[in-house]
């Protein structure tokens, strides 16, 4: 694929700015935000990467608004950078060359929930938990968790997963329709509310996890699920972590149809029983929960005890009592919080790479060996049912050489997952972080192809510029 | 989105194709073939649609040669149109430009079965019933399943689905990765084998469905399942086609994993009962199965017995044995064959939309009422879990006025189905037949980004011309 047209992305003029930033006044009046904090705060401070503000932050209400200031950068080259919650990673919110952040915190109406169809029509800014807490009462829920409350338009625009993922799958399979504001202000439905559809390209597809760089989310048609009648939960230390991941496959090729399943390492555990008072077995250890009939779920249970057993896992312990479980999902759930508390004063420096299943635990050891030879404190947290797992490693942000060490580590850490078949990324997506492995992970044909997508929808490139592709 | 490029595509000159047939001939020898009845065989023959014959046809066997004959029809503008096994309904293979059909036949190597992974990689030329005989040995099967024995080429490249949608998705859901040669002849890989990934835009999912028109895939790594321990599988008659739809509403609801749940109108049961020798109730019936465990798969069909019950449908008849399943399931299999035995000599041309699940017996009443008002003889049949039905009206096609009054007919169809937020095609794609209903499906902005990325992706416009979108 040749690629012509580069144009070279810069920050823009004065003048670009003075205009846009009138304009925008006279459009928002006090939603227009061009404090230093505000500014400062919408861009990403989690990681390493700087934290890079926008020269103004707006807080849109509508489609129609969302489109007019982007008509209005686009007339001037500035750009335009999506902010849902802010709980990304990757810098994907940060703004290299300047322009406008919208936020789409006051987008949170939740439009249609169509309980026939299972599915439902909202604002990119309403985050998961207000979306479930929403749809409670009519007994449905929206699968995907992937542990902050973050916006369902983040979630989708980066292609978010999580703990259910095993079961109800990622944003890519739960999203039907988007409406998008195109990088020339347009505005574009990419599919229809029905459950399946071949007519032409998968524009939704391409927009779940496009990070922002080809348009701005504005409206998202989700599929929804049924409250499972009963879920049962429960937690099985293994001697191993190839224990645990073998007892992972085997729960997947029977069919088990398990809603989560999720590996703590041993460190991680440890973490939990200080952070969350608990008293597990310092032991790497499965997390499961089994969604289904009463009869379903119990049998469930009862077939993945054996095949932990069978693996050399237990005493498997289940948690029958709701609040029972609430607490130890709760404990998995506030991991991250669970691993900053063992090194006070630290930055944890997440990261996450899937490789297939079978690769996992040699990876998981592999990856257990590196932290220990770079004298980090790192602890891992899986999705094993996905083959995808995290690493948290707690970084003394004021000692170059323990930043030098972890930046190491990471980049070994995707190079070991590179040559497993696996991805630099299983859910947290690109942002400015993983666009160096992306040529190495895809090729120089498919990342070319990347930019000839980008090139072709943003051919100004002022849809947040400077993430996934560099132009 | 302006696109300020558009090649008017044409047929290629007669020194363009005397060259590519010589290039091809050193290539490829006696796989390159030019006689017209095989040319006319590898175009669309099945409807309405004219059979466009291409100026040869070849048959590749590997990725290289594959390369070779795209980048030498590249070299003379010259149409490349992909061929698998034909099935398609609405002119996918028809070569209305001339050009070259590349017929995959000859690549059917199933290169790599991981059991672990439950994953695969496949030549395209692979059929699903050859990959499923040979998948058998080690407990998986691949669930997509058209009907057809087509080839999972074809199937991916039209985002096929079927019978078992409703619970294990389409193509587009199975789909890890692909192989695929560029319209300028180059070889790219969309993703890696891991299980999810969220590094960089969606170009998997952008070439599932696209009919050929941005590349020919070469290779496809497929998601594969656990053959169930238990399969339970059942007919039950209802009093109309509301009542089985919302039995259909309620088991999805309920969270019952439905694995097919197919509907057959009264005329399309008289048509199975005579071609299949049945003495089935002339009225509406769904066709149920269940997958899971011996005692999941019952407590699911205990399930379904009581809401069909509740809607007034039943008795519910169990096929507790293989053969009674096979049996029945081999009627709902030949529908099309029953069909097109009510009237000898017709032709059945098939056509396919979906609707949101709640707007289901309303399109489908109507299309039948619609169906008696034209004196048409048009059984229907349905994928109900997903609000996807075909309709099959069965043409005499020396008369021109039921020719034209069977296009009126499937016109309604489609409008029908939009204005009920569906779509035009559920599962058939878009080939030549859906062209003109992309831009009342997704509006000018979408249809124009389509073209945008067509034309990003195949600037001189080789690959498939006359398909999906016109340039």
Request: hydrophobic share 40%; aromatic share 4%.
């Amino acid at each position: 694929m040749q690629i012509d047209i580069r144009p070279a992305r810069s920050v823009p003029s004065t003048e670009a700015l003075d205009a846009v930033r009138h304009g925008l006044g006279a459009l928002l009046g006090n939603r227009l935000v061009t404090s230093l904090a505000v500014r400062q705060q919408h861009a990403n401070t989690l990681t390493w990467i700087d934290n890079q503000a926008p020269d103004m932050v707006v807080f849109p209400e509508t489609t129609e608004e969302v489109s007019a200031v982007v008509r209005l950068c686009a007339a001037h080259n500035v750009p335009v950078v999506p902010f849902g919650t802010g709980t990304s990673f990757e810098g994907h919110v940060n703004a290299p060359f300047g322009g406008v952040s919208v936020d789409t915190s006051m987008m949170k109406r939740i439009i249609a929930v169509h309980a026939e169809d299972l599915d439902c029509v909202i604002e990119p800014g309403v985050t998961r938990k207000m979306l479930n807490e929403h749809l409670r009462d009519v007994g449905l829920f929206f699968p995907i968790d992937p542990g902050a409350d973050a916006s369902l338009g983040g979630m989708t625009a980066t292609r978010a997963s999580g703990t259910n993922a095993v079961r109800y799958g990622t944003m890519k399979d739960n999203v039907l329709a988007l409406k998008v504001v195109l990088p020339n202000g347009e505005v574009m439905t990419t599919s229809r509310r029905a459950r399946k559809s071949s007519a032409g390209y998968d524009l939704t597809r391409l927009f779940v996890g496009s990070e922002g760089t080809l348009g701005l989310i504005t409206e998202i048609t989700l599929k929804l699920q049924g409250i499972p009648e009963a879920i049962s939960a429960g937690i099985c230390p293994f001697p191993s972590v190839k224990a645990a991941c073998d007892a992972t496959i085997l729960t997947i090729q029977t069919g088990l149809p398990v809603a989560r399943i999720e590996l703590l390492d041993a460190l991680q555990v440890k973490a939990c029983n200080i952070y969350s008072k608990l008293s597990l077995p310092e032991t790497p250890m499965l997390f499961v929960e089994f969604h289904g009939t009463d009869a379903g779920a119990k049998e469930q249970a009862e077939r993945f005890g054996e095949i932990a057993a069978e693996l050399g896992g237990g005493p498997f312990e289940w948690a029958t009592k709701a609040e029972e479980r609430s607490r130890l999902w709760q404990a998995r759930h506030d991991v991250y919080w669970a691993s900053m508390a063992l090194r006070p004063g630290s930055r944890g420096v997440s990261t996450d790479v899937c490789v297939p299943i079978s690769r996992l635990s040699d990876c998981i050891e592999a990856t257990q060996a590196d932290v220990a030879a770079s004298g980090l404190i790192a602890p891992i947290v899986g999705h094993v049912g996905d083959g995808n797992f995290h690493v948290l490693p707690l970084v003394d942000m004021d000692n170059p050489d323990e930043i030098k060490a972890a930046k190491g580590f990471v980049e070994r850490l995707v190079e070991r997952a590179l040559a497993m078949e696996g991805t630099c990324t299983g859910e947290h997506g690109v942002g400015q972080g993983k666009m160096k492995y992306l040529e190495r992970e895809h090729g120089p044909e498919a990342l070319n192809l990347m930019r000839s997508l980008k090139l072709a929808i943003d051919p100004q490139n002022i849809m947040n510029p400077g993430k996934i592709v560099s132009l």
